[in-house]
């Protein structure tokens, strides 16, 4: 039943070399080999890694001459693959288990499937710098809080209780891995034809998506079966830099405003804790700055 149905694998790039080949190792090892893998390269700071992707089919490397974002490259890869029935987007530090494609297809082929627009597995915690499985869950759908609050399910778990659990509907799906159905992606694309918003850049542009699926009248589901390891770029909330903190609030910010609105209270006040708390620390290393400059001797002789 599923012979002639084709499905795109888009991966967006940047700085990737430590988790890039495996992320492909992990794709030629599925039971189902996906019919094409599109990778968009952010211009790379030090793309010598790029060199290892193969040239023929189903690979395709597109090399963008600036950092476009996550959501631009997003979109270009999008833009070569919406002649498939599925596009699974894909993160470079996420390592598909060897039947991945194989289950998440035949379950959206099923005819109770037909109203579901994406698909999410069990993203379990994986250490790129120890290059070792965490043991624990990185998301099992993502969740908001009546304060509104949006938050992976189950971060910090231990992975063998989420495994049990039962598929379900879910209010979004963490970007990392998203089975989407190219029916859904383009009754719920922009003017432009884009999928993600560019104007997010990067963060939360999964729940946009997502939401803007929901309103559309698709469903997002998350099957506990359809495991992945992802590495996340940064572990924990004090690892991101301001940049990432950032864009993360005021993305949620335009989250609010456009789907819920009785959330837009708590997305202003994490964006201005974010941005008074980033003007307190450049006070202290400015500060701190100046008492080292103070210290130094003012005559090279004495040093």
Excluded at 13 to 19: A, F, I, P
Excluded at 84 to 107: H, I, K, M, Q, T
């Amino acid at each position: 039943m599923t012979d002639s149905v084709t499905v795109a694998v888009i991966i967006v790039t940047y700085d990737s070399g430590q988790v890039l080949r495996r992320c492909l190792d992990c794709l030629r090892a599925q039971s189902r080999r996906p019919d094409l893998v599109v990778i968009v390269d952010n211009c790379s700071r030090e793309p010598s890694y790029l060199e290892e992707i193969p040239r023929e089919p189903p690979f395709r490397l597109v090399r963008l001459s600036r950092n476009e974002g996550f959501c631009r490259g997003n979109n270009i890869g999008y833009s070569l693959a919406r002649a498939c029935n599925y596009v699974l987007f894909l993160n470079p530090d996420a390592f598909l288990s060897e039947r991945f494609l194989e289950d998440a297809l035949g379950w959206m082929e099923r005819p109770d499937s037909r109203g579901v627009g994406c698909l999410g597995g069990t993203l379990l915690g994986y250490d790129v710098r120890e290059a070792r499985p965490t043991g624990l869950v990185d998301s099992t759908g993502i969740f908001q809080t009546r304060l509104g609050r949006w938050y992976d399910r189950g971060r910090g778990e231990t992975a063998s209780a989420a495994l049990c659990a039962a598929g379900e509907e879910v209010p979004a799906i963490c970007g990392a891995l998203m089975f989407c159905r190219t029916a859904a992606l383009a009754q719920c694309a922009l003017r432009d034809g884009s999928v993600f918003d560019p104007g997010f850049f990067m963060y939360k542009e999964d729940i946009d998506l997502s939401l803007r699926m929901r309103a559309a009248g698709w469903k997002l589901v998350y099957l506990p079966s359809l495991t992945c390891a992802h590495g996340r770029g940064w572990q924990g909330r004090a690892e991101a830099s301001f940049r990432a903190r950032y864009l993360s609030a005021r993305n949620e910010v335009r989250v609010a405003r456009r789907y819920r609105r009785r959330t837009l209270p708590y997305s202003l006040a994490k964006l201005a804790y974010v941005l008074a708390l980033e003007r307190i620390c450049l006070r202290i290393r400015s500060t701190r700055a100046h008492e080292v400059t103070a210290a130094l001797p003012t005559d090279p002789s004495r040093s």
